[in-house]
């Protein structure tokens, strides 16, 4: 009886032991696996560089085990390709076996073959399986060589949610199969998803995302150098190949230094994203993001229409149309689209009127040649009366081919840098009205500059009222011209000559360097009157641009408080774009709490302090600045310390401002950081001014705690931050969360109510949570403090669910699903 009662007892110990083990323990290394070896649970193979690594994995739940491809060395580790996306492994018991057909099974113990590749042939020599270090698992011939790519199986054929440089999206014309990118149905479950990233083959071929049968947005037909609707400064990073003949279409792309390492994801929510490995800073930038604004979205202006991001009204009926439902469009209801003014006269003959600079309209139900000239095509669309429009059908060495539109184009935008010329049809008497209309344009514009000369005038007489200064410095710096350095102001922001910022600076020196974030890199400089500076350069990999830089510098000169950090000017100089601020001896808030060593130097006075300032600054911009503004990336490493470590809200790329009383919008394209994002705007994109409640709380419990909340796990109960100190606040234990930093019982009092204000600014339901005015009463013990609910993503997993219900895993497995994270 001892002896079975020792047995049952290792068996429940070794039970115990296996489930708390890292997801991702080894114990063989493989290169090649030939027939009938395999790979069990805890086995890998490995790329010949070591650059890509593959075996069994989970997210959390060994009742789910997945095969899959990483990232070796890259943590935390990024899944770029699942073989049985659809079909998990119930435990630990899984095989991945080369059968003797050179089949590639996923073996479930009595339940037999879960995954296969389905060869279509049968291999009459020996097979083996390898991983290439683009990340392609192979089956090939033993004696076959891997330059030759005479593959009998390849991953590369099969993609997952990650589009890796070299991999194709391709559609056979003649045998049919086609490959595309389909997202992870959530951020732990890769089955198949509702997205899709793939060629649309119908018409002229473009690139484009879709949700089931409908688009979501396009990156647009192919000119002969890339996608209509793709950023120019690509051509920087990538070499993009595009096929299109009898047999296939297809599209891939490789890095111009190999040793760049790209990938592309399609998120669960539809959003797709290019990064790039930074080494330095040891995370994954985005270079492109899709879409990019509101004007990506698919027909959103409905048809006959064009849509400009930086005007005022973002949808506008092309010259000779007007909106369908009038009064349905000046409420921006743009659904309806527009309808010609004058109808065609296909006998008596029509016009063409030229736009420039446009991302061209949807091509699925286009005509295209590829040996007619423009002329050709303009006479070629005049013969039918169908034709609405043509272009060129490739850019290159002054244009080539015809492009045609049929009936209405849909889907048409300002392009953000370059863009395409196209021809849109109008009839005769709608050109000369055109004319009319761009003539008096001119004549108005002159008027216009009339105006403003006097108003320039006046404006010298008005620069003795401090709040004008400030108001047109702003406008200023929007401006790109470069001026010499002008006499400081205490409340007039700068415009700096670039070569001034150059030296300061070293010229950008490494060792100048304070940091880089998801505008770029920040460089410490000191003026020649001994002022230290911050510089934040615009980096061309940003996923940020001109919008968020305009965006900064608008809501910071208009903005003086204690708490935030005060901008001193901006330079624009060709493509550069650099904002002045003044310099933070002790840089961020996280360099200090997460550091084991640095912490200690934050008293808990000093922790609490920081915590008044930052719901102070907060407070300012949501009640007491000119504008209601909404931080929408409120975090510990936007919060910089003076000298006197008193905290100072940085960052203001992505903040909203609204006038009067309206504090709330929605957007599709949701920007800031996982961890510190509310439920309703990661999952919804809706945001208000709870949305920085929230991440102010997430910023209270991680001070407290010394913990961030994205990336710590408590490993007994597999919660994240908000989640821990939720269940130590029900289970009455509060203090436990609390950093290990001497305290005296007279400020413990103090820091369970802090923690009691951070646990109700991060409640799931905005309208639970408190507004910024109640926050600095409750820090003061000045009001009485209601019961808190359950938190957001109270689950632990490292990433959006508003559902709140327990994780049965630990995120620190560190498979990783990388969603739209700006900074």
């Known amino acids: 009886m001892k002896n079975n009662h020792k047995v049952l007892m290792l068996m429940v110990c070794t039970f115990f032991f296996c489930s708390i083990m890292p997801t991702f323990s080894k114990q063989n290394t493989f290169t090649t696996i030939a027939q009938n070896q395999f790979i069990q649970y805890s086995d890998t193979l490995v790329s010949a560089a070591g650059t890509f690594e593959a075996g069994f994995f989970n997210f959390g739940d060994p009742q789910r085990q997945y095969f899959g491809i990483w990232y070796k060395s890259i943590s935390p580790r990024a899944i770029v390709w699942v073989a049985n996306r659809n079909t998990p492994v119930q435990n630990s018991t899984g095989l991945l076996k080369l059968n003797d057909q050179g089949s590639l099974v996923i073996l479930d113990g009595p339940k037999g073959v879960v995954w296969s590749s389905n060869l279509s042939r049968i291999v009459v020599k020996r097979a083996v399986v390898q991983l290439l270090d683009s990340g392609n698992l192979i089956v090939k011939d033993a004696n076959s060589s891997v330059k030759n790519k005479d593959f009998v199986w390849e991953s590369f054929d099969y993609p997952g949610n990650t589009f890796l440089a070299g991999m194709k999206l391709k559609s056979n014309l003649v045998t049919g199969p086609y490959r595309y990118i389909r997202s992870w149905k959530s951020p732990d479950d890769p089955s198949d998803g509702e997205f899709s990233y793939q060629i649309d083959t119908r018409g002229f071929p473009q690139l484009v995302t879709a949700k089931g049968g409908s688009l979501l947005y396009r990156s647009g037909s192919w000119n002969g150098f890339l996608f209509t609707g793709i950023s120019w400064p690509m051509h920087r990073i990538y070499n993009l190949f595009f096929v299109f003949d009898d047999k296939e279409v297809s599209y891939r792309y490789e890095t111009l230094n190999r040793s760049i390492i790209s990938r592309t994801v399609l998120d669960p929510y539809g959003t797709s994203q290019r990064f790039i490995w930074s080494d330095e800073s040891q995370v994954w930038k985005a270079t492109v993001t899709r879409p990019v604004d509101q004007c990506d979205d698919y027909a959103l202006c409905g048809i006959n229409s064009n849509c400009n991001i930086n005007d005022i009204q973002m949808c506008e009926c092309l010259d000779g149309f007007t909106p369908k439902f009038q009064a349905k469009w000046d409420s921006s209801d743009w659904s309806g689209g527009c309808v010609r003014r004058t109808k065609l006269n296909c006998l008596n003959g029509d016009g063409f009127l030229k736009y420039t600079n446009m991302k061209l309209p949807d091509t699925s139900s286009s005509w295209f040649n590829r040996s007619l000239s423009l002329d050709e095509c303009k006479t070629v669309c005049l013969k039918n009366c169908s034709c609405v429009a043509y272009a060129n059908l490739d850019i290159r060495n002054g244009g080539s081919g015809c492009l045609l539109w049929f009936h209405s184009i849909v889907d048409m935008r300002k392009h953000l840098d370059r863009g395409q010329d196209i021809y849109i049809r109008l009839a005769f008497s709608e050109l000369d009205h055109t004319k009319n209309k761009m003539n008096l344009g001119t004549k108005l514009a002159a008027i216009f500059l009339g105006v403003m000369a006097f108003i320039i005038g006046l404006t010298v007489l008005l620069l003795v009222t401090s709040t004008f200064r400030k108001k047109l410095g702003c406008i200023k710096k929007l401006i790109p011209w470069n001026h010499k350095k002008e006499k400081k102001e205490d409340d007039f922001p700068t415009v700096f000559d670039f070569s001034t910022i150059i030296n300061v600076t070293d010229n950008f020196s490494y060792q100048n360097k304070l940091g880089e974030g998801g505008f770029g890199p920040v460089y410490k400089g000191v003026l020649a009157d001994g002022q230290e500076i911050a510089v934040k350069r615009l980096a061309e990999t940003s996923g940020q641009g001109t919008k968020e830089f305009k965006n900064e510098v608008k809501l910071m000169a208009t903005l003086q408080h204690r708490n935030l950090v005060k901008l001193l000017g901006c330079s624009i100089h060709q493509d550069e774009k650099l904002l002045i601020y003044e310099f933070m001896p002790n840089r961020s808030l996280d360099y200090f709490i997460f550091d084991t060593s640095r912490s200690k130097l934050l008293d808990w006075r000093k922790r609490l302090e920081i915590i008044d300032g930052i719901a102070r600054g907060l407070l300012y911009l949501h009640q007491d600045s000119t504008l209601r503004i909404i931080h929408r990336d409120l975090k510990t490493s936007n919060i910089l310390l003076d000298i006197d470590m008193i905290p100072k809200i940085s960052d203001f790329g992505l903040a909203r401002s609204f006038m009067g009383d309206h ?97 109700l600014c991060v409640q799931r339901k905005p309208e639970n949570r408190p507004n910024m005015s109640s926050v600095i009463f409750m820090l003061k013990g000045e009001k009485l403090l209601p019961k808190p609910c359950e938190p957001g993503f109270y689950d632990g997993r490292d990433y959006t669910n508003s559902t709140g219900s327990t994780s049965k895993g630990c995120s620190i497995n560190e498979a990783s699903i990388s969603l739209l994270e700006a900074r």
């Not at 606040?729 to 103090?750: K, N, Q």
């Open 663 to 759: 504090a709330e919008a929605n957007t599709n394209r949701v920007m800031g950081t996982y961890g510190y994002m509310p439920p309703e705007y990661a999952v919804h994109g809706y945001f208000s001014t709870k949305s920085d409640v929230f991440s102010f709380g997430v910023v209270v419990l991680e001070i407290i705690s010394g913990r961030k909340n994205r990336g710590f796990c408590d490993p007994q109960h597999h919660l994240n931050l908000l989640g821990h100190a939720w269940r130590l606040w029900i289970e009455e234990r509060p203090e436990e969360l609390m950093a290990d930093t001497l305290y005296d019982e007279a400020i413990s009092s103090e820091i369970l109510r802090f923690i009691h204000v951070g646990l």
